[in-house]
């Protein structure tokens, strides 16, 4: 990624003992023995913490989806984040995040469908229907972490939208905010905002492609993606997009924003994949976040028996 400094996916293996202690102690500070020794010895919370909405429980029902590997803790799913709108580090998404408004929230939906408008949340997400998946979220970055997440298949959403035989990509945009988010300025930015994402139609009709709106029974933390994000099990990390607010059916590959910042290390498909090194590391295994050690990376994430199908006859060495 763009980053000239440090990259973020530069961990090494002592790093890995502070951010568990940085995690310990967030979750401690969060909780009401936190709020007392805070009250005791004077320090103030971070700026954001005091204005942190609440987040409201999700009626769910529970599905099949589930890897039955261990959860990642809660505290690690909403504290060690991608979020470049809100910073390159880490913990900078759980920090500057509160100062996204998910509520009232819209999308815009455009290009080939007989059905095109801006859509509320309330209009789009059918509350009633939600569903819980666990599915493995892999990061390019080779972390991996299992994730609860509640929401609807993108393809209930799709058809909604009654897309035309033209309509051969789904692309998505991220909000892009000065106001709402510090990354997005305007005279230096890490990536092209708005952040944007792009699936072939039929791999955004598979049964695995899920729009999310709350994880762990709660509605989505802000720096999750609030109030709805993409989420694409087989594909690494950055292709599900978050915080949506457009959704354009188009005839031609979309530009995606990583393979716009770096097409020789960053694809369209982005498939997780094994065999195919990104060209500065490895993609053969992957630390999996809470956990010592190194697994395997399986080829598309373990999601092969459901998605393989799509790629049969393509060379996903050049389409990486
Ligand atoms: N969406 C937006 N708008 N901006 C981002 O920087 N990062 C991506 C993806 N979606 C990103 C984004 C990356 S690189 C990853 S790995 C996942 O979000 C991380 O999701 P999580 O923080 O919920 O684990």
Not at 9 to 25: A, D, F, G, K, M
Not at 53 to 76: H, I, Q
Not at 253 to 273: C, D, I, L, M, R
């Amino acid at each position: 990624m763009m980053i000239k400094s440090r990259k973020p996916w530069q961990i090494s293996e002592n790093e890995v003992t502070p951010e568990q202690l940085y995690l310990n102690r967030r979750a401690f500070i969060g909780g009401s023995a936190g709020a007392a020794l805070l009250g005791v010895t004077g320090l103030s919370l971070p700026a954001g913490a005091a204005t942190e909405r609440v987040l409201n429980p999700l009626a769910f029902s529970k599905t099949a989806y589930d890897p039955k590997e261990a959860l990642t803790p809660y505290e690690a799913v909403t504290a060690y984040n991608n979020y470049y709108e809100f910073g390159t580090g880490k913990s900078d998404p759980a920090e500057n995040a509160w100062r996204l408004q998910p509520k009232p929230w819209s999308v815009k939906v455009d290009g080939h469908v007989g059905r095109p408008g801006i859509y509320d949340f309330e209009d789009l997400i059918d509350m009633k229907a939600l569903e819980e998946r666990i599915y493995r979220l892999r990061c390019v970055e080779a972390w991996s972490m299992v994730i609860p997440w509640i929401g609807v298949p993108l393809s209930l959403l799709i058809k909604k939208f009654e897309p035309t035989a033209d309509a051969k990509y789904v692309a998505f945009e991220t909000l892009a905010d000065k106001k709402q988010m510090p990354e997005v300025k305007g005279w230096f930015n890490v990536l092209d905002w708005p952040y944007r994402e792009g699936l072939r139609m039929d791999e955004a009709m598979n049964e695995l492609a899920f729009i999310a709106v709350g994880l762990y029974g709660k509605e989505l933390p802000n720096q999750n993606g609030a109030p709805l994000r993409l989420v694409v099990p087989w594909k690494y990390g950055f292709k599900s997009i978050k915080s949506i607010v457009r959704i354009s059916f188009v005839e031609d590959q979309p530009k995606t924003s990583w393979k716009k910042s770096a097409p020789s290390e960053y694809g369209f498909y982005s498939n997780v994949n094994p065999n195919v090194d990104h060209p500065r590391w490895s993609q053969k295994q992957e630390r999996r976040i809470g956990e010592f050690g190194r697994r395997e990376t399986l080829m598309f994430n373990g999601y092969e028996d459901a998605v393989a199908h799509l790629y049969q006859g393509m060379d996903l060495r050049k389409n990486y």
